[in-house]
Antibody
Framework: EVQLVESGGGMVQPGGSLRLSCAAS????????MSWVRQTPEKGLEWVAN????????YNVGSVKGRFTISRDNAKNFLYLQMNNLRAEDTAIYYC??????????WGQGTLVTVSS | DIVMTQSPLSLPVTPGEPASISCRSS???????????FDWYVQKPGQSPQLLIY???SRASGVPDRFSGSGSGTDFTLEISRVEAEDVGVYYC?????????FGQGTKLEIK
């Protein structure tokens, strides 16, 4: 059974940092593109970042460039999202997802990030 | 960025009746390989989104055959042949042709 379990969310002040983790199991993680997608009531679903199986390529949405970094540890089957210089508009539920045939075929349960003073 | 526009945004449906959701993209999603890089997702109450349709018309694993996706280029449709109570949720379209991937606003399907 495929499982994606996010952790690391919480409340942080503007300008602060958080690192989200996603533990993957039930599929060949090291061969899979992986992604982060976030959701807010105001903006709905928003793709955040993708990373290639061997981590040689990363892509992210313009609003997080220079602040968020997606990474992975294929030996441990973990996906990460390092979020720096957080802003109020980064407040969201963050999901990790597997990207297969240009679709998110598996999603985690999400972790809530709240940026507030 | 490619803009995805769904309609309607709210869809009340009687159980057993058909339902249809449209999604239009601001640019063609047809890739040179003949596939449309377009997906449908549903988010049921209290759950994460789940994949329904990928590459425009392929049903994801475990998705009932009452769900079908059609369309090409810039216009796509999700059809539910006979709505059931468990189909309640918010339906999203998404384009995966071009970075940044972008989603539609969502269509809330409710049971009358």
């Amino acid at each position: 059974e495929v499982q994606l379990v996010e952790s690391g969310g919480g409340m942080v002040q503007p300008g602060g940092s958080l690192r989200l983790s996603c533990a993957a199991s039930g599929f060949t993680f090291s061969s899979s593109w992986m992604s982060w997608v976030r959701q807010t009531p105001e903006k709905g679903l928003e793709w955040v970042a993708n990373i290639k199986p061997d981590a040689s390529e990363e892509y992210n949405v313009g609003s997080v460039k220079g602040r968020f970094t997606i990474s992975r540890d294929n030996a441990k089957n973990f996906l990460y999202l390092q979020m720096n210089n957080l802003r109020a508009e980064d407040t969201a539920i963050y999901y990790c997802a597997r990207l297969y045939l240009n679709a998110f075929d598996y999603w985690g349960q999400g972790t809530l990030v709240t940026v507030s003073s | 960025d490619i803009v995805m526009t769904q309609s309607p945004l709210s869809l009340p449906v009687t159980p057993g009746e058909p339902a249809s959701i449209s999604c239009r993209s601001s640019q063609s999603l047809l890739y040179s390989n003949g596939y449309n890089y377009f997906d449908w997702y549903v988010q049921k109450p209290g759950q994460s989104p789940q994949l329904l349709i990928y590459l425009g018309s392929s049903r994801a694993s475990g998705v009932p055959d009452r769900f079908s996706g059609s369309g090409s280029g810039t216009d796509f449709t999700l059809e539910i042949s006979r709505v059931e109570a468990e189909d309640v949720g918010v339906y999203y379209c998404m384009q995966a042709l071009q970075i940044p991937y972008t989603f539609g606003q969502g269509t809330k399907l409710e049971i009358k």
